[in-house]
């Protein structure tokens, strides 16, 4: 077993000594259990410690992991710049990792370092370590904005570029849990803080990998988790294990969770392929809805399907319904995959000669060209769910009264710049939010007179 043991270890500066200043005392528990991690890895002896941190560089579409021979970092910035570190990196582990990503199609890799310093997700965990033991190299790679179940399948990738090279490594997932737990916090609250912290404690304390999945992407926003996508990554690393896991800390004393908990791999179990189940899973569901959707969402799947296998544009077919080919709108085409938002491309008013070739035009663009993902590829086909929303003509109002986030999408301008978001989006539950959100998608500073306006849209899913 490559990987001979995991941990889930928070990664807050305050438990350092040396930035605390007697501040370290108020997590106490927390201390405590990272001093146990440290005495285990100690007695592991590991060739190699792969940390993944939230807090390392980090790209939408794109798994950075730290090239070079090493790096250097200090708490510098908390006021501590004599804590510092300096670690070898484990060059043959590294490059494994890369040529096997890159020969997969996989998208990890060492391009695109922007900061070779060593961030604190990974000094945090490096001090507790470094306490006890100091015979290794590390891995250090950053997250993405990527599904959960590209995370999980780039720690299968890491577990087997360990094997391969016969590597005796420790995984550290470097995370807090929810920065929102107290309204005198740093972040202030929300409920989904708390439930949050519940939900992870649960199913980390249970090595219950599957359900990291159904942890879904507005949820973890709204309780401003940190080291969930860290977590998964560790999880793929022992696919197909049966692991001991246990908890030995939680603590909330700052309005930010802190977890440790930790994984012990025993042996190969079959039933936990959790992300094989996920897919499959994933497929079915996606093939249901295909099957049971209207002539809208049927005709913007078979434009991507056309422009993604064949490259071609699909023809308007014959026996499209009237409605597409005789009334024109603006359309807007959402692609998910995997619960995650894939693509989204729109238009406010109409600028095609009817609904049909909107939805065409816009479906293509949403799979291959919207600049915020990579285009779609073949293989994505069977997991996508696509819906399209017809909208009414925009009317301009005088004041954000006449907005409901529920019934009506939001256009929001000032001078040339325009941001747009639509209604009854999940975790956008006031105009205020609404607005916000248009706002900053514009690029418009806060505090800019903004001219609103309002509309409606006919949802097919």
Same mark, same amino acid.
Request: hydrophobic share 35%.
């Given at each position: ?23 370290? #005392? ?5 201390? #405590?259990?990272? +001093? ?6 100690? *007695? ?31 708490? *510098? ?17 590294? &490059? ?25 997700? $990974? ?16 891995? !250090? ?20 570029? *360990? +094997?391969?090279?016969?590597?005796? $490594? ?11 737990? !107290? ?18 404690? =649960? ?10 999945? =159904?942890?879904? &992407? =507005? ?27 246990? !908890? ?45 959707? +209207? ?93 399209? +929303? ?10 954000? =009264? ?14 040339? #710049? ?19 959100? *248009? ?8 505090? #800019?007179?903004? $001219? ?10």
């Amino acid at each position: 077993m490559p990987i001979t043991a995991a941990y889930m270890v928070p990664h807050p500066p305050l438990i350092i000594p040396e930035v605390g200043k007697g501040g370290e #005392k108020h997590v106490d528990a927390t201390v #405590k259990a990272y +001093d146990r991690v440290g005495r285990e890895i100690s *007695a592991l002896a590991p060739d190699t410690v792969v940390i993944t941190s939230p807090h390392s560089v980090m790209y939408a579409d794109w798994f950075h992991i730290s090239p070079g021979s090493g790096a250097s970092g200090s708490f *510098a910035d908390l006021g501590a710049p004599k804590t510092r570190f300096t670690v070898n990196y484990d060059t043959e582990l590294v &490059e494994t990792l890369r040529s096997m990503a890159e020969k997969t199609g996989f998208p990890a890799g060492t391009a695109g370092e922007r900061d070779k310093k060593l961030d604190h997700g $990974t000094m945090v965990p490096l001090h507790f370590i470094r306490k006890y033991y100091d015979g290794f190299r590390i891995v !250090r790679i950053g997250l993405s904005a990527l599904p959960l179940t590209k995370h999980y399948e780039l720690g299968q990738l890491i577990s087997a570029a *360990a +094997d391969r090279l016969g590597r005796r $490594t420790v995984f550290i997932a470097s995370g807090d849990l929810s920065h929102k737990l !107290r309204a005198d916090g740093p972040y202030g609250y929300s409920p989904e803080g708390e439930e949050y912290e519940r939900r992870i404690m =649960d199913v980390c304390s249970r090595a219950a990998f599957g359900e990291l999945f =159904d942890f879904d &992407e =507005d949820f973890c926003e709204r309780a401003a988790e940190c080291g969930h996508r860290s977590f998964v990554i560790m999880a793929g690393a022992m696919d197909g294990m049966r692991v001991r896991a246990e !908890r030995y800390s939680h603590e909330d004393v700052t309005g930010v969770g802190y977890g440790i908990c930790s994984f012990i791999p025993e042996g190969p179990d079959e039933s936990r392929r959790f992300l094989e189940r996920r897919l499959l899973e994933a497929e079915r569901k996606a093939a249901e809805k295909a099957a049971s959707a +209207d002539a809208y969402v049927s005709l913007a799947r078979k434009a991507v399907e056309e422009y993604v296998l064949r490259a071609k544009k699909l023809q308007l077919p014959r026996d499209t319904e009237s409605q597409m080919t005789r009334a024109r709108a603006g359309v807007f085409v959402s692609i998910h995959e995997h619960g995650s938002l894939r693509g989204c491309i729109g238009t406010l008013s109409p600028v095609r000669s009817c609904i049909g070739e909107e939805i065409i035009s816009n479906a293509i663009s949403a799979a291959s060209a919207d600049p915020r993902f990579r285009p779609i590829t073949p293989e994505e086909l069977k997991w996508l769910e696509i819906s399209v +929303d017809i909208l009414s003509e925009p009317e301009e109002i005088d004041s954000a =009264d006449r907005l409901d986030v529920k019934k009506y999408g939001v256009i929001v301008c000032s001078g040339s #710049k325009r941001g747009v978001l639509l209604p009854d989006l999940e975790g956008v539950d006031t105009v205020e939010q609404q607005i916000d959100i *248009a706002r900053r998608k514009a690029g418009i500073a806060p505090g #800019k007179k903004l $001219t609103l306006y309002r509309f409606t849209v006919s949802r097919h899913t």
